[in-house]
């Protein structure tokens, strides 16, 4: 799966297992998300997928008019409306930080 959040927070795993029903979960290695997104990590996109892939995302994404995503390259992003992004994926929300 792969879950959105505001740039400067963090997950809080507590949060993101409860609402998933599970006791543990493990964060993909580098390798694993290049082969799962076709991104190498720090600039992965939820858009451009090679397969479907579960995708998750704090409410604290839709506090701002406007979002920057990752571009599928280092140092480039995506802005995009945050409407625009809602009805482009299905995204499942929830609160996922502190």
Same mark, same amino acid.
């Given at each position: 799966?792969? =879950? ?14 409860? /609402?998933? %029903?599970?006791?543990? #979960? ?9 082969? #799962? ?6 600039? =992965? ?13 704090? /409410?604290? #994404?839709?506090? /701002?008019?406007?979002?920057? @995503? ?6 480039? %992003? ?6 625009? @992004?809602?009805?482009?994926?299905? #995204? ?7």
């Amino acid at each position: 799966m792969l =879950v959105l959040i505001a740039g400067s927070m963090k997950v809080n795993w507590t949060k993101l297992r409860r /609402h998933l %029903g599970v006791s543990r #979960i493990t964060t993909a290695t580098p390798e694993q998300v290049l082969e #799962i997104t076709g991104y190498p990590p720090g600039a =992965v996109s939820p858009f451009g997928l090679p397969s479907p892939l579960r995708i998750l995302a704090d /409410h604290g #994404i839709t506090d /701002h008019g406007e979002i920057s @995503l990752g571009a599928g390259i280092p140092n480039a %992003g995506i802005l995009l409306a945050r409407d625009d @992004l809602l009805n482009a994926l299905k #995204i499942e929300m929830g609160d996922f930080v502190d």
